[in-house]
């Protein structure tokens, strides 16, 4: 055997020295693309992520601001604000309509946006986004419609008109003119007809990716881990490497694009923190990935000190196999574990019943290690004192008949 390979404990050669570690290193740019497609497919297409992601929006000082603007301009450009303040004017007033239409326009404004804070209007919101959302995933899957959400022409449309008759009602505006609406007022039109096959057949591409690339991810570590034969601990202090940087990485790329976005596309100066505050919401998820990727790496650092020399942690191994010895001992720090994963659940891992077997997985390949380790220490330091008094025997036989 050459110094290029790497054998297994009975000379089986596994593979070229260097590919794990090339393993490892292709395992974490798949890591970052992987994070950022499935966060893409979580973000648009799962309706309650949407909808977490609109209500923390909608939370936000800066945008019930900007919302109460839209829904006044709504409003005044649905009622004639003016020709109602005429008729209910004396006539030798009507002339002051005008100008009161525009005086009431800023405490409209300021009123809309109290009810926009409010716990009613937050339902609304939410169960406009949850409805509209639901439609839309639906017809990116080429599944059937919601009843309750119109698509004629090909336009997908988040539905607030309810919202703006209600609030008009708040300001006092009068019913009948309420009674004279259009359809469409407060209506935001979220994808059109040009656009669908191309998005659907990018939600097919997302669909498939997500779960392919994450499986290729895994293997990759684990099989990086497996051909390491003599340096596994290493190679498994290198996974752990390899989530932190992936994790670091998906924060820096988070921070640029959010701010090249906001420099792209808002030409508006005074609208840019308000872009950059909506980017930051709609990128939340992303962060929280890349944390939960960190702090995997992090652990698995931390199992691989565990698997190392050190006094500490030989007697830890060698504890953890004698609890293991009975049955008692080892349902116990099964159901330990467990606890610990419901009581933590870094990053939402039980969002997803993958993710969560994945995890579990992981922590009962973590404890079989350890108990494994153990047997094997505490067999070996069993041994030690047999073989010295086989060796003292050996000793004494041989010097009984030159006495």
């Given amino acids: ?144 419609a919601i009843e309750s959400v119109s698509t004629s022409d090909g336009a997908i449309v988040l539905n607030l008109s309810t919202a703006v008759r209600n609030l008009g009602e708040a300001v006092g505006i009068p019913e009948s003119a309420l009674d004279n609406l259009p359809d469409d007022v407060g209506q935001i039109i979220i994808a059109e007809s040009d656009e669908l096959a191309t998005a659907q057949n990018f939600v097919k591409f997302l669909d498939f990716t997500s779960w392919f690339l994450f499986v290729v991810v895994v293997a990759m570590y684990v099989g990086a881990v497996y051909l390491a034969v003599g340096r596994r601990r290493q190679m498994l202090q290198s996974v752990g490497i390899s989530l932190i940087v992936g994790g670091a990485v998906l924060l820096l790329l988070r921070r640029v694009g959010i701010r090249f976005s906001v420099e792209s596309f808002v030409e508006d100066a005074t609208n840019k923190p308000l872009a950059e505050l909506v980017a930051s919401v709609l990128t939340e998820l992303l962060r929280q990935m890349a944390w939960t990727g960190i702090v995997y790496g992090v652990l698995i650092l931390g199992f691989s000190v565990l698997l190392g020399p050190y006094r500490w942690a030989v007697a830890f191994r060698r504890w953890v196999a004698g609890v293991a010895e009975s049955t008692a001992g080892l349902v116990g720090i099964g159901l330990g574990a467990v606890f610990l994963l419901l009581w933590w659940s870094p990053g939402r891992a039980f969002d997803r019943w993958t993710t969560a077997l994945l995890l579990i997985g992981l922590v009962i390949g973590a404890i079989v290690a350890l108990v494994l380790t153990g047997r094997q220490e505490l067999s070996a330091a069993d041994d030690r004192p047999v073989e010295s008094e086989s060796h003292a025997d050996d000793v004494e036989q041989v010097s009984e008949p030159a006495s």
Avoid: C
């Fill in 1 to 144: 055997m050459t110094d290029e390979q790497t054998q297994s404990d009975n000379g089986t050669t596994l593979g070229p020295r260097w590919l794990p570690g090339l393993l490892v290193v292709l395992a974490t740019l798949l890591a970052v693309v992987t994070t950022l497609t499935t966060w893409t497919r979580s973000q648009a297409l799962e309706t309650d992520k949407w909808v977490e992601t609109s209500g923390a929006l909608l939370n936000e000082a800066e945008i019930q601001e900007a919302l109460a603007i839209f829904l006044t301009d709504e409003l005044y450009n649905a009622v004639d604000v003016t020709g109602e303040l005429e008729s209910l004017l004396p006539d030798d007033l009507s002339g002051l309509a005008g100008p009161l239409a525009g005086a009431l326009r800023g405490p409209t404004t300021d009123g809309i946006e109290q009810i926009i804070a409010s716990s009613a209007f937050q339902t609304v919101w939410q169960e406009s986004n949850r409805t509209a959302h639901a439609a839309a995933v639906r017809i990116l899957r080429d599944e059937a």
